[in-house]
C-alpha cells in the first residue's frame, strides 16, 4: 500500500510535457496495430505512430494507472488500453484530448480481451502488458496542438455489444441496477466490486467499480436511465466502467415489474450422456453461444420417453440464468456425477427427469413462448437402432454449431451408442473419460 500510495521523491522524476505537438503524425491505424498481435506479447520495433481521444479519466478514482483511447471523438471503431505508472494523469491527459502515441519499444498484448499497450513483466516464465514508467510515459505520449473535443459515446443496445469497441465510450439505455442490488454501495472499501445492471428487455451487463473511487460508499441509483461509460472486458463478460458519477442519469422510473420473457436461439442442448459403465453418471448440457447472459424464466427442457407423442418429464428452468459462452449441466444423481467428474453439476434435476436417459428417448427445449428452440430425436420415433440413439454412449453437438434446431439434424450431431443406426458410432463410452460435462 505504501508502494502505491506514498509520494515519490526520486530527484530523476520529472513531471510529463505539457506543450502541445504539432509536428506528430499518425503512420497507422488502431486496427492495423491490433493485427501485429499473433497471441504473444510483443515489443513493437517499428517507428509507428498513432493518434486517440483520451475517453477514461482517474479524477474520480475509478481507473488507475490506465489511460483508454479512442481512434475518433465520435465515431470511434475501436480503442486501446495503456498501463502506465502515472498518478492524476487526467491533469495531463483530459477528457477528450487528442494525443499522438510513439509506438516504438512499447509492448503490445491482449489480456482477457482487451488489447493493451504499456510495458512488460515477466510472470511464470509469460510475458505480460506492465505498466509503462512514468520516466518513459512523455518519450511514448504526446498532446496534440487540437483543442479538446467533445466525445459523442457510441449509442448501442446491450445486444449490439461487439468485442471491437472494448476501449471506447459508449452509451446504453434504459438500465437500472438488478433488484436484488438496489440499496448496495457502488463497491466495498478497498475492493474491486462488480454490480450488476439490466435493460427492461432482460439484458445484464456488469458494472465495474473500484473500491478506491470517490463514489465508493455512495448507495446505487434506484431509478432507470442512461450510462456512458468506458466498455471494458473481462473473459466472456463485457463490463461498465464510469468516470464520474453523472456518467449514471437514472432518474426514470424502473421497467415495468411484470415478468420479462426472453428468447435466444443461440441456447442449445450440446452433449446428452448415458454411460455404458454407471447409469448414475448421466447428464444433459446446455449452451449459450450467444455474448449475452440470459434469464431462461419460462423455459422448458422436455422428455419424450421412446416413441411417445407426449413428454413424460421436464426441468422447469425458472429462475436460472445461463451466462454467455457458458455451459448448464444437468444430472440426475449429483452427489454421483460429482464423485465420477469431481466437481458438482449446475443441477440435481432427479430420476426419469430428461438428464436421467436411457438413450433412446426425444429431448425438446422450448422458450416461454412455446417455440421449440433445440430438439434432438424424432418425436413419436423411438431412438433404438436409429441415428438417434445414444444408449451407453452420448450424443454431443458439434463444435461448428451455434445455434439450436428446431427440426433434428443428424449431421449437427456425433453420437456414440451399443446398437444405433450405421451412420453413428457404434462405440460405447465409460464415464469419466468419454465425457466433458461443462466444457464445450
Same mark, same amino acid.
Given at each position: 500500500m505504501l508502494l502505491i500510495f506514498s509520494c515519490a521523491k526520486d530527484p530523476d522524476f520529472k513531471s510529463p510535457e505539457t506543450t502541445c505537438n504539432n509536428q506528430l503524425m499518425a503512420n497507422v491505424t488502431f486496427d492495423e496495430v491490433k493485427n501485429l498481435f499473433q497471441g504473444e506479447v510483443i515489443q513493437i520495433q517499428q517507428d509507428l505512430v498513432i493518434e486517440g481521444y483520451v475517453i477514461s479519466s482517474d479524477q474520480a478514482g475509478n481507473f488507475f494507472s490506465t489511460l483508454h483511447i479512442q481512434d475518433d471523438s465520435i465515431n470511434a471503431t475501436a480503442g486501446f488500453q495503456i498501463d502506465i505508472e502515472l498518478r492524476d494523469s487526467y491533469l495531463f491527459y483530459e477528457l477528450g484530448r487528442k494525443i499522438y502515441i510513439k509506438l516504438k519499444g512499447l509492448y503490445l498484448g491482449k489480456s *482477457?480481451?482487451? %488489447? *493493451?499497450?504499456?510495458?512488460? #513483466?515477466t510472470s511464470f516464465g509469460n510475458l505480460s502488458i506492465g505498466r509503462l514508467p512514468a520516466t518513459a510515459v512523455w518519450d511514448h505520449l504526446f498532446l496534440s496542438c487540437d483543442p479538446t473535443s467533445n466525445l459523442v459515446p457510441k449509442i448501442i443496445s446491450i445486444s449490439e455489444l461487439s468485442e471491437d469497441l472494448i476501449s471506447t465510450l459508449i452509451q446504453l439505455e434504459s438500465l437500472e441496477v438488478i433488484a436484488e442490488e438496489q440499496n448496495l454501495t457502488f463497491a466495498l472499501p478497498e475492493e474491486e466490486t462488480i454490480r450488476n445492471l439490466t435493460d427492461c428487455n432482460g439484458g445484464m451487463i456488469e458494472l465495474l467499480? +473500484?473500491?478506491y473511487s470517490d463514489f465508493q460508499d455512495t448507495i446505487l441509483p434506484s431509478g432507470n436511465g442512461s450510462v456512458t461509460a468506458v466498455l471494458y472486458r473481462e473473459n466472456n463478460d463485457y463490463q $461498465?466502467?464510469? /468516470? *464520474? $458519477?453523472?456518467?449514471?442519469?437514472?432518474?426514470?422510473? /424502473?421497467?415495468?415489474? +411484470? =415478468?420479462?420473457?426472453?428468447t435466444s436461439d443461440q441456447i442449445f442442448i450440446s452433449e446428452i450422456a448415458d454411460p455404458n459403465n454407471n447409469a448414475e453418471a448421466r447428464f444433459i448440457e446446455l449452451y449459450n453461444a450467444g455474448n449475452n447472459q440470459i434469464q431462461l424464466d419460462g423455459w422448458f427442457l422436455l422428455r419424450y420417453t421412446n416413441d411417445n407423442v407426449t413428454s413424460g418429464s421436464e426441468i422447469n428452468l425458472s429462475g436460472i440464468i445461463i451466462d454467455s459462452n457458458s455451459t448448464l449441466v444437468f444430472?440426475?444423481?449429483?452427489? =454421483? #456425477?460429482?464423485?465420477? %467428474?469431481?466437481f458438482p453439476p449446475d443441477f440435481e434435476s432427479g430420476t426419469n427427469s430428461p438428464a436421467d436417459s436411457n438413450g433412446d428417448d426425444n429431448l425438446v427445449l422450448i422458450d416461454p413462448f412455446g417455440t421449440v428452440i433445440d430438439i434432438f430425436g424424432v418425436i413419436g420415433e423411438d431412438g433404438s437402432g436409429t441415428n438417434h440413439e445414444f444408449e451407453d454412449g452420448k450424443a454431443e453437438r458439434n463444435i461448428n454449431i451455434v445455434t439450436g434446431n428446431s427440426v433434428f439434424t443428424f449431421s449437427e450431431w456425433t453420437i456414440y451408442n451399443d446398437t444405433g443406426g450405421s451412420e453413428t458410432l457404434n462405440l460405447p463410452r465409460n464415464a469419466p473419460e468419454d465425457y466433458s460435462p461443462g466444457i464445450r
Open positions: *482477457k480481451g482487451v %488489447y *493493451k499497450l504499456g510495458g512488460v #513483466f467499480n +473500484s473500491g $461498465l466502467i464510469i /468516470r *464520474k $458519477l453523472n456518467d449514471m442519469d437514472m432518474q426514470n422510473e /424502473r421497467c415495468a415489474d +411484470s =415478468e420479462v420473457l426472453l444430472s440426475p444423481n449429483a452427489m =454421483e #456425477f460429482e464423485t465420477i %467428474y469431481g
